[in-house]
Each structure stands twice: as C-alpha cells, then as structure tokens.
C-alpha cells in the first residue's frame, strides 16, 4: 500500500512510464489504483517516429504489470518521508 500511496499523492503531476516493451510516454498522471493500474491524460511519446500510430492518442490506460519503470518530478519527491513510511509499514508486517 505504500506506493499506491505514493502514487495517489503524484496525480496532476507529469510522469514519464516506461513499459517493459521499450515503450516510453509522457503524460500527466490522472488516476492509479491498488494494483498500481495508472490512467495518463495529455500524453506525448519519447520516440514518435519508432511508434507514430501513438501520435493521435490523447489519453491511455496502462495495466501496471507492463510498466519497468516511472520516472517523476524530482521537486515532488519527499524521500525522507517516504523513507519513514517504508520503515513503518516494515515494522508493522514484522509484528
């Protein structure tokens, strides 16, 4: 639950998602839920002459077990607090 968390404090936030078939878009993070499913409103891709069909796509839905990797602001991040919450949420699941 802590990303799920952390993810819902992001949206309005422009992300970048990278899915495991090299496929690289940009976008504002709209919704995300418990399986860290994420809706993008406004994307663009990184490499629109390798996939040009996604030129006309404005918004998408991307399954979570896709995504490799989401890069974000790094003005947004609180590591320190999201630090904590993971030792927390470690010593609760040892208790």
Known sequence: MLFYSF???????????ELKNDLSICGT?????QYLNIKLTDISVTDPEKYPHMLSVKNCFICGSVVRYVQLPADEVDTQLLQDAARKEALQ???
Request: no cysteine.
């Open 29 to 33: 993070l709209h919704s995300v839920d």
């Open 93 to 95: 699941q040892k208790q």
């Open 7 to 17: 993810f819902k404090s992001l949206v309005g936030k422009d992300v970048v998602v």
